[in-house]
């Protein structure tokens, strides 16, 4: 093997560690995320206000602003989509890294697809995360604040742009195995 290959094999094992506990913690934040909206939509009121009174938050001035529990629960549920989101992209971007600890070419039409689709997620994201932004913002100081995430747009055509170069690398990687 290549030592260019061999440190990208190194490389690609600790990645796929670091990856995994993010894979990890982002699917704890999920199971966090749907058991805060099964509190706010199948308890009693009871737990419910219990539950809403950990989100009061104090100003500066003193005053408290409390969350409507639809409000919350509206946040929650974007909450669930940006992270489940972000658990696919952790996912596709795993399922590469680990083709590559394999000892696997990287230039490879599953590769090629798993990279469009996390640019595809990026996209996505970057949208749903700026109505989170917003709503956040609308939600605890009373201002709908929209800013449109343009580096998660710019990041999200990058890796597309990636994807298209692996598509190259891919029809390369084909024409040198049918020559050898």
Same mark, same amino acid.
């Given at each position: ?17 670091? $990856?995994?506990?993010? #894979? &990890? ?5 999920? @199971? %966090?995320?749907?058991? *805060? +909206? ?33 409000? $919350?629960?509206?946040? #929650? &549920? ?5 992270? @489940? %989101?972000?658990?696919? *992209? +952790? ?33 996505? $994201? ?55």
């Amino acid at each position: 093997m290549k030592p260019s290959q061999e440190k990208i094999r190194d490389m690609s094992k600790k990645i796929s560690i670091i $990856l995994r506990l993010g #894979f &990890i913690v982002s699917n704890v934040i999920v @199971i %966090l995320s749907l058991i *805060a +909206i099964g509190i706010l939509v199948f308890l009693g009121e009871e737990t419910k206000s219990s539950f809403l009174a950990a989100f009061d938050v104090t100003a500066i001035n003193g005053t408290t602003i409390s969350i409507e529990a639809r409000s $919350l629960l509206i946040m #929650f &549920i974007f909450m669930l989509i940006d992270t @489940i %989101l972000i658990s696919l *992209a +952790i996912f596709f971007v795993y399922a590469v890294f680990d083709e590559l600890r394999k000892g696997f070419t990287p230039f490879s039409h599953e590769n090629t697809a798993r990279i469009k689709k996390i640019a595809i997620i990026t996209a996505i $994201l970057s949208i749903v995360g700026s109505c989170s932004d917003a709503l956040v913002d609308y939600y605890t100081i009373g201002e709908l604040t929209w800013r449109v995430n343009i580096i998660g747009m710019i990041v999200a055509i990058i890796i597309y742009c990636i994807s298209l170069i692996f598509s190259y690398g891919c029809d390369l990687q084909r024409e040198s195995d049918e020559t050898l």
